[in-house]
């Protein structure tokens, strides 16, 4: 299986970085978005969904980033109040290339929903969290295979 970006790097550099100014990282907030970016994009080896519309490195759909924007981002800024500071696109192809704001619109995506996050080390509970808020029932995307791609990000 081809990656993209180095799960290192990703993690260190990209994730972490995104999240921590505005209080949105956690160890299993990371886990979860390098989980969900190694299932969606093989960590960034696809930006653009090769038969539909999702985008960036967490493949999300432009439908789903203006639900964020303006329905999720404006609630996020009251818990959140550095997120203020942050300007966010409101083009969505923009996801390709900015990895920050692919990131923070994917931890958005899940910080809207009110179940708790699952422990940083339960890669199962990761998976099937994955599934319920992100992929969604109706996905074809598996926890097994979340979980077989979440491995390969473990250095």
Known sequence: MSFGIYPYHLRNYIIRSALDP?????????????????????????????????????QIEPDTFFDIINIVVPRAKKHFPTLTDYEFSNNPDNMIFDLRLATIMCRLQYWRWPEKL????????????WKKYYNTINGKGTVDEFISNYQLTQY
Do not use: H, M, R
């Not at 886990?31 to 299932?39: D, K, M, R, S």
């Not at 080390?121 to 969290?129: P, R, W």
């Open 22 to 58: 505005f209080g949105l990282w956690s160890k299993a907030a990371e886990n979860l978005l390098i989980g969900t970016c190694a299932q969606e994009s093989k960590l960034g080896y696809y930006v653009k969904q090769i038969s539909g519309p999702a985008l960036g490195i967490y």
């Open 118 to 129: 699952p422990a940083a080390d339960d890669t199962k509970a990761l998976a099937e969290y």
